[in-house]
Nanobody, 120 residues
Framework: QVQLVESGGGLVQAGGSLRLSCAAS????????MGWYRQAPGNQRELVAT???????NYADSVKGRFTISRDNAKNTVSLQMNSLKPEDTAVYYC??????????????WGQGTQVTVSS
């Protein structure tokens, strides 16, 4: 069994910073892409940022230049540094990882979600 455990999040004023972290544990052969998604009330879940095992990153246009995603392959962790936060960044943030519990099998896992609230 694999688990993604998130930490970080909370309440911050506009212009502030927060850091989210996510650790994968359990039966892991390897991890392909890891990333962060978010869902605001009444909206669909949307991509925030992803990073491949090789370090290639992808960001939503709305967060480019403000958010930075990073991962530690040795520790099976992914982090999201969020700077210059805006009220529209308020959402539940979910960690995502495409994990191979064994060679030839890949499963998409989600964390439980962590609330980020940015006050104006």
């Amino acid at each position: 069994q694999v688990q993604l455990v998130e930490s970080g999040g909370g309440l911050v004023q506009a212009g502030g910073s927060l850091r989210l972290s996510c650790a994968a544990s359990g039966s892991i052969f390897s991890i392909n892409a890891m990333g962060w998604y978010r869902q605001a009330p009444g909206n669909q879940r949307e991509l925030v940022a992803t990073v491949t095992s090789g370090g290639s990153t992808n960001y939503a246009d709305s967060v480019k230049g403000r958010f930075t995603i990073s991962r530690d392959n040795a520790k099976n962790t992914v982090s999201l540094q969020m700077n210059s936060l805006k009220p529209e960044d308020t959402a539940v943030y979910y960690c995502n990882a495409k994990i191979r519990p064994r060679a030839g099998l890949e499963i998409n896992y989600w964390g439980q979600g962590t609330q980020v609230t940015v006050s104006s």
